[in-house]
C-alpha cells in the first residue's frame, strides 16, 4: 500500500463520502464551457447563378454559376436542364463560335494597347537619355573650357627699392587683380554666349527628333487603326446576321414564305419570287438534318417557321421531294445516254475476246455492273444474247485466221527466196520482222503452213514440167494432138466431177451435223423458254389445255417456240402435275398436323377449316373428295409406317439375337459357356455350363416388348397391341438359327 494518500480531484469536482468501501465521485454543477482545439472547415457558400448569357435564336438562357458549372433554362416553360438540349446544339455552337471571335478580338485589343503603351515608354526613356547626354556634355564642355592653375602667367616685377619698391609692387598687384577680373568677366560673359549657342543648337536637335518622333508615332497610330478597322471589318463579316427569336406567322403562311424570301437592306425581310433556302444553299437530300443545318442556319429565312420539329418536317419533305427529282433525273439521263442492248453489246465485245469464255464464268464477274442488268427480262434472254455472240465470234476468229494464213502464204511467195529445198528454221529468220508473220499466232501452225506452200509448189514445178514435155510431144507429133488435148479435157472433167460429188456429200453431212447441233441446243432452250411460259402464265392444277391455250397465244414467246405440240402437251401435263403434287403435299401436310395418330378417321378433322385452305381450294376438292384423298393418304401412311416397324425389328440386335439363338437344337457343338468364364454364381449349381439355348428360351414377348417400347416406330401401332404382337411372333418364327463356325 503507497504511504501517499490519494491524488486530489481535478477542479470543479468533490467527493461525498457515504459506504466506506464506495467513494462517489460527483460532477460540479457548474464546469466552464470548453472551445474545442478542432479547426471547423469554413461554411460553403451556396451555389447562385452568376452570370446569364441569352442564346441566340432561342427561348433558352446559359446560366453560369459562383461554381463555374454550366446549365440551360428555358424562360417560358420555366425548365432548367444540365445536358445541352438537342435543339439548341447548333446554336449554342455558333454563340461559343461567336464568344471565341470576341475573345482573339479583345485579346488583339489588348495586345494593340500594351504594344502603344511600351512604344510611348520606350520613347519617353529615349527623350530622357537624349536630355542626360546633353547635360552630361554641357557639364563637361564646361569643365574642359577652364584654364589650369599652372598656365596662369605672373606679372609681379621685383621690388628694387624698399620704399618704391614696395609701392610699385602694390600697384602692379592691384592691377594685375583689376586685370584679372576683368578677364574673368570677358571670360565669362564669353562662355556664357557660347553655351547659350550650344544649348540652342541641342535644343534644335532634340526638337527635329520629337518632330521626327511624333511623325513615326502618327505613322504608328495611323497603321494601327487601319488594323483595328480592318479587324472590325472581318469580324462584322464574320458575325451571323441579327435575327428575332421567332415570327408571329401561321404554319402555312411561314411555310411558303420558307420558300419566297430573300434577305437584303440591312437584314430586313422583303419577300420575293425566288427559289426557296433549301434549294437555294443546294442541300443535300441524302445528308441528315444535324449535317445540314450548320448550312442554312444563318440565313434569316431559318426562323419563318415557329419551331424545330416544324423546320425539320419542311427539312424532311424538301429531302423527299429533292431525292424523288434527282432519281428521275438520273433515270431520264441513263435513258437519253444510252441504249442497254447496246451497251450489253459493248460489254460483251470489250470482255469477251475468248471462245472458250462460259456463260457462268461471265456472269459470275459482271452481273453486278449496269450494262449487264440493264438489258434483258432475265438471265436467260441475256445467255442467248451471249451464245449469238459466240458465234460471231467464232466466225470472226475464223475469218481473222484465214485471212491470216492468205497473207502468210502471199508473204513466202513475194519475198522470192523460197525455194524447193528450202529449210524453216533458216526462212523464219528473214521474215520475222514482217507483220503478217506474227498474224499466224502459232509457230508449228507457221511450219504446217510452210510445208504445205513447199508441197504446193513443188506440184506446180510438175506440173509445168509435164506441160513443157506435152509441148515437145506436140511438136514431135502433131498429129496426135487433137486426141490428147480430148484425152485430157475428159481425165479433167471427171475429176472434176468427183471432186464436187465428194465436197457435195462432205458438206452434206457438215450441215446435217450442224443441224442436229442446232436444233439440239434450239430444242433445250425451247423447252426452258417454254417451260417459263407455264410458270408464269399457269398457277391453276385444273386448268386444261385446251381452256389456257387462248390465254398462251397471246404470249410471243408461245408464237415463236419451235417445239412440235405433242411436245408442247407433254410440258403442259408435267406442269400442271407438278402444281398439283405442290398442293396435293400441302393438304397432306394438314392431314398430318391435326391427325398424328394412325388410328384418326376423316371426321375428327376440322372440316370446315381444311375446305376453305388454300391446298383444297386449288385442288376444288369438296367434302367426298377430300374424304377419298384422306383415305388414300392413310393407306400410303399405314403401309409406310408398317415398312418402318420391320425395319425397327431388323436393326434391333437384341431381338435378332436372342430370336435366332431359340432356333439352335440343344446345346450345339460343345455348347454352353465354360465355367472359367462365369463368375462365381453362374452356371448350374454354380458351376459347369451354361446352356445358351435355355436362356434364349427364357426370353418372351415381354423382355422383347421392353426394348422396343420407346421406339417411335413401335408406338405408331398403339390402337392395335394383338396385330402388333402377332408381327413381332412371325418376325421371330422367321429368324433361322445362326450358322456354325467351319472351326468347329
Given at each position: 500500500?503507497?504511504?501517499?494518500?490519494?491524488?486530489?480531484?481535478?477542479?470543479?469536482?468533490?467527493?461525498?463520502?457515504?459506504?466506506?468501501?464506495?467513494?462517489?465521485?460527483?460532477?460540479?454543477?457548474?464546469?466552464?464551457?470548453?472551445?474545442?482545439?478542432?479547426?471547423?472547415?469554413?461554411?460553403?457558400?451556396?451555389?447562385?447563378?452568376?452570370?446569364?448569357?441569352?442564346?441566340?435564336?432561342?427561348?433558352?438562357?446559359?446560366?453560369?454559376?459562383?461554381?463555374?458549372?454550366?446549365?440551360?433554362?428555358?424562360?417560358?416553360?420555366?425548365?432548367?436542364?444540365?445536358?445541352?438540349p438537342e435543339e439548341i446544339k447548333e446554336a449554342l455552337?455558333?454563340?461559343?463560335?461567336?464568344?471565341?471571335?470576341?475573345?482573339?478580338?479583345?485579346?488583339?485589343?489588348?495586345?494593340?494597347?500594351?504594344?502603344?503603351?511600351?512604344?510611348?515608354?520606350?520613347?519617353?526613356?529615349?527623350?530622357?537619355?537624349?536630355?542626360?547626354?546633353?547635360?552630361?556634355?554641357?557639364?563637361?564642355?564646361?569643365?574642359?573650357?577652364?584654364?589650369?592653375?599652372?598656365?596662369?602667367?605672373?606679372?609681379?616685377?621685383?621690388?628694387?627699392?624698399?620704399?618704391?619698391?614696395?609701392?610699385?609692387?602694390?600697384?602692379?598687384?592691384?592691377?594685375?587683380?583689376?586685370?584679372?577680373?576683368?578677364?574673368?568677366?570677358?571670360?565669362?560673359?564669353?562662355?556664357?554666349?557660347?553655351?547659350?549657342?550650344?544649348?540652342?543648337?541641342?535644343?534644335?536637335?532634340?526638337?527635329?527628333?520629337?518632330?521626327?518622333?511624333?511623325?513615326?508615332?502618327?505613322?504608328?497610330?495611323?497603321?494601327?487603326?487601319?488594323?483595328?478597322?480592318?479587324?472590325?471589318?472581318?469580324?462584322?463579316?464574320?458575325?451571323?446576321?441579327?435575327?428575332?427569336?421567332?415570327?408571329?406567322?401561321?404554319?402555312?403562311?411561314?411555310?411558303?414564305?420558307?420558300?419566297?424570301?430573300?434577305?437584303?437592306?440591312?437584314?430586313?425581310?422583303?419577300?420575293?419570287?425566288?427559289?426557296?433556302?433549301?434549294?437555294?444553299?443546294?442541300?443535300?437530300?441524302?445528308?441528315?438534318?444535324?449535317?445540314?443545318?450548320?448550312?442554312?442556319?444563318?440565313?434569316?429565312?431559318?426562323?419563318?417557321?415557329?419551331?424545330?420539329?416544324?423546320?425539320?418536317?419542311?427539312?424532311?419533305?424538301?429531302?423527299?421531294?429533292?431525292?424523288?427529282?434527282?432519281?428521275?433525273?438520273?433515270?431520264?439521263?441513263?435513258?437519253?445516254?444510252?441504249?442497254?442492248?447496246?451497251?450489253?453489246?459493248?460489254?460483251?465485245?470489250?470482255?469477251?475476246?475468248?471462245?472458250?469464255?462460259?456463260?457462268?464464268?461471265?456472269?459470275?464477274?459482271?452481273?453486278?455492273?449496269?450494262?449487264?442488268?440493264?438489258?434483258?427480262?432475265?438471265?436467260?434472254?441475256?445467255?442467248?444474247?451471249?451464245?449469238?455472240?459466240?458465234?460471231?465470234?467464232?466466225?470472226?476468229?475464223?475469218?481473222?485466221?484465214?485471212?491470216?494464213?492468205?497473207?502468210?502464204?502471199?508473204?513466202?511467195?513475194?519475198?522470192?527466196?523460197?525455194?524447193?529445198?528450202?529449210?524453216?528454221?533458216?526462212?523464219?529468220?528473214?521474215?520475222?520482222?514482217?507483220?503478217?508473220?506474227?498474224?499466224?499466232?502459232?509457230?508449228?501452225?507457221?511450219?504446217?503452213?510452210?510445208?504445205?506452200?513447199?508441197?504446193?509448189?513443188?506440184?506446180?514445178?510438175?506440173?509445168?514440167?509435164?506441160?513443157?514435155?506435152?509441148?515437145?510431144?506436140?511438136?514431135?507429133?502433131?498429129?496426135?494432138?487433137?486426141?490428147?488435148?480430148?484425152?485430157?479435157?475428159?481425165?479433167?472433167?471427171?475429176?472434176?466431177?468427183?471432186?464436187?460429188?465428194?465436197?457435195?456429200?462432205?458438206?452434206?453431212?457438215?450441215?446435217?451435223?450442224?443441224?442436229?447441233?442446232?436444233?439440239?441446243?434450239?430444242?433445250?432452250?425451247?423447252?426452258?423458254?417454254?417451260?417459263?411460259?407455264?410458270?408464269?402464265?399457269?398457277?391453276?392444277?385444273?386448268?386444261?389445255?385446251?381452256?389456257?391455250?387462248?390465254?398462251?397465244?397471246?404470249?410471243?414467246?408461245?408464237?415463236?417456240?419451235?417445239?412440235?405440240?405433242?411436245?408442247?402437251?407433254?410440258?403442259?401435263?408435267?406442269?400442271?402435275?407438278?402444281?398439283?403434287?405442290?398442293?396435293?403435299?400441302?393438304?397432306?401436310?394438314?392431314?398430318?398436323?391435326?391427325?398424328?395418330?394412325?388410328?384418326?378417321?376423316?371426321?375428327?378433322?376440322?372440316?370446315?377449316?381444311?375446305?376453305?385452305?388454300?391446298?383444297?381450294?386449288?385442288?376444288?376438292?369438296?367434302?367426298?373428295?377430300?374424304?377419298?384423298?384422306?383415305?388414300?393418304?392413310?393407306?400410303?401412311?399405314?403401309?409406310?409406317?408398317?415398312?418402318?416397324?420391320?425395319?425397327?425389328?431388323?436393326?434391333?440386335?437384341?431381338?435378332?439375337f436372342w430370336g435366332r439363338l431359340r432356333k439352335m437344337?440343344?446345346?450345339?457343338?460343345?455348347?454352353?459357356?465354360?465355367?472359367?468364364?462365369?463368375?462365381?454364381?453362374?452356371?448350374?449349381?454354380?458351376?459347369?455350363?451354361?446352356?445358351?439355348?435355355?436362356?434364349?428360351?427364357?426370353?418372351?414377348?415381354?423382355?422383347?416388348?421392353?426394348?422396343?417400347?420407346?421406339?417411335?416406330?413401335?408406338?405408331?401401332?398403339?390402337?392395335?397391341?394383338?396385330?402388333?404382337?402377332?408381327?413381332?411372333?412371325?418376325?421371330?418364327?422367321?429368324?433361322?438359327?445362326?450358322?456354325?463356325?467351319?472351326?468347329?
Amino acid at each position: 500500500m503507497s504511504a501517499f494518500g490519494p491524488p486530489p480531484l481535478p477542479p470543479g469536482w468533490t467527493e461525498h463520502v457515504g459506504n466506506p468501501a464506495v467513494n462517489l465521485h460527483s460532477t460540479p454543477s457548474y464546469i466552464p464551457c470548453r472551445t474545442s482545439s478542432i479547426v471547423q472547415p469554413p461554411k460553403k457558400k451556396k451555389e447562385k447563378p452568376l452570370v446569364k448569357k441569352p442564346i441566340p435564336g432561342t427561348e433558352w438562357l446559359r446560366v453560369t454559376t459562383t461554381e463555374g458549372n454550366t446549365f440551360y433554362t428555358h424562360k417560358g416553360r420555366k425548365e432548367s436542364v444540365w445536358i445541352v438540349p438537342e435543339e439548341i446544339k447548333e446554336a449554342l455552337l455558333e454563340l461559343e463560335r461567336m464568344e471565341v471571335r470576341e475573345e482573339q478580338t479583345r485579346l488583339e485589343q489588348e495586345e494593340r494597347e500594351q504594344e502603344t503603351m511600351r512604344i510611348g515608354r520606350e520613347m519617353e526613356e529615349e527623350v530622357d537619355r537624349i536630355k542626360a547626354e546633353v547635360h552630361g556634355l554641357v557639364k563637361r564642355r564646361k569643365r574642359d573650357e577652364l584654364e589650369p592653375l599652372d598656365e596662369v602667367v605672373i606679372t609681379k616685377r621685383v621690388r628694387v627699392e624698399d620704399d618704391g619698391g614696395e609701392a610699385e609692387v602694390g600697384e602692379n598687384e592691384n592691377g594685375e587683380e583689376e586685370e584679372d577680373e576683368d578677364e574673368d568677366e570677358d571670360e565669362g560673359i564669353e562662355e556664357s554666349e557660347s553655351e547659350e549657342d550650344w544649348q540652342k543648337e541641342a535644343a534644335a536637335q532634340l526638337a527635329a527628333e520629337e518632330e521626327e518622333e511624333q511623325k513615326r508615332r502618327e505613322e504608328e497610330a495611323v497603321r494601327v487603326n487601319e488594323a483595328e478597322e480592318a479587324e472590325a471589318k472581318r469580324a462584322q463579316e464574320k458575325q451571323p446576321l441579327s435575327m428575332p427569336d421567332r415570327v408571329d406567322l401561321s404554319l402555312d403562311e411561314a411555310k411558303a414564305l420558307f420558300k419566297v424570301f430573300n434577305p437584303h437592306h440591312s437584314g430586313a425581310l422583303i419577300f420575293t419570287d425566288i427559289a426557296d433556302l433549301l434549294r437555294e444553299k443546294d442541300i443535300n437530300p441524302l445528308h441528315p438534318w444535324d449535317t445540314s443545318l450548320p448550312l442554312f442556319i444563318s440565313d434569316p429565312r431559318y426562323v419563318l417557321l415557329p419551331s424545330v420539329s416544324a423546320r425539320r418536317d419542311a427539312f424532311d419533305e424538301y429531302c423527299r421531294d429533292r431525292a424523288r427529282e434527282l432519281r428521275q433525273e438520273s433515270v431520264k439521263k441513263e435513258k437519253t445516254q444510252a441504249n442497254p442492248k447496246e451497251e450489253f453489246d459493248s460489254l460483251l465485245r470489250e470482255e469477251v475476246k475468248s471462245t472458250r469464255t462460259v456463260w457462268s464464268d461471265f456472269r459470275r464477274a459482271w452481273k453486278k455492273d449496269r450494262r449487264f442488268y440493264g438489258w434483258g427480262r432475265d438471265d436467260r434472254e441475256r445467255e442467248k444474247r451471249f451464245k449469238e455472240y459466240m458465234k460471231e465470234l467464232g466466225e470472226k476468229k475464223r475469218a481473222a485466221a484465214e485471212k491470216a494464213e492468205a497473207d502468210f502464204f502471199t508473204l513466202l511467195r513475194e519475198s522470192g527466196i523460197v525455194k524447193s529445198d528450202s529449210v524453216w528454221k533458216d526462212i523464219k529468220r528473214k521474215l520475222s520482222d514482217d507483220p503478217r508473220y506474227d498474224a499466224v499466232g502459232s509457230s508449228t501452225l507457221r511450219e504446217e503452213l510452210f510445208h504445205a506452200f513447199l508441197k504446193a509448189r513443188r506440184s506446180s514445178d510438175d506440173k509445168n514440167h509435164q506441160d513443157e514435155v506435152g509441148k515437145a510431144v506436140q511438136f514431135s507429133a502433131p498429129a496426135d494432138e487433137t486426141d490428147i488435148s480430148r484425152k485430157r479435157e475428159e481425165k479433167r472433167d471427171r475429176a472434176l466431177k468427183e471432186r464436187e460429188e465428194q465436197v457435195r456429200a462432205q458438206r452434206g453431212r457438215t450441215e446435217a451435223e450442224i443441224g442436229k447441233s442446232r436444233w439440239g441446243l434450239t430444242k433445250e432452250e425451247g423447252e426452258r423458254v417454254f417451260r417459263t411460259l407455264l410458270t408464269d402464265a399457269i398457277r391453276d392444277p385444273q386448268l386444261s389445255w385446251d381452256a389456257v391455250l387462248p390465254q398462251l397465244k397471246t404470249d410471243s414467246r408461245f408464237t415463236n417456240s419451235l417445239l412440235p405440240r405433242d411436245q408442247q402437251l407433254h410440258l403442259f401435263h408435267s406442269h400442271v402435275h407438278q402444281l398439283r403434287s405442290k398442293y396435293l403435299n400441302s393438304l397432306h401436310a394438314l392431314f398430318s398436323a391435326h391427325t398424328p395418330s394412325l388410328a384418326a378417321s376423316f371426321s375428327q378433322l376440322p372440316l370446315e377449316s381444311i375446305e376453305k385452305s388454300l391446298p383444297a381450294t386449288k385442288l376444288g376438292s369438296d367434302i367426298g373428295e377430300l374424304e377419298k384423298e384422306f383415305d388414300k393418304w392413310q393407306r400410303e401412311r399405314t403401309s409406310g409406317a408398317r415398312r418402318a416397324f420391320d425395319d425397327m425389328l431388323t436393326e434391333n440386335a437384341f431381338v435378332k439375337f436372342w430370336g435366332r439363338l431359340r432356333k439352335m437344337g440343344g446345346e450345339g457343338v460343345d455348347g454352353g459357356v465354360a465355367a472359367e468364364d462365369l463368375g462365381e454364381n453362374e452356371g448350374e449349381g454354380f458351376g459347369g455350363k451354361v446352356d445358351m439355348k435355355a436362356l434364349a428360351k427364357n426370353v418372351d414377348l415381354e423382355d422383347i416388348v421392353k426394348v422396343l417400347k420407346n421406339d417411335k416406330r413401335y408406338m405408331m401401332f398403339e390402337h392395335v397391341p394383338d396385330q402388333r404382337e402377332r408381327w413381332i411372333r412371325d418376325y421371330l418364327a422367321d429368324l433361322s438359327a445362326p450358322k456354325l463356325s467351319v472351326h468347329v
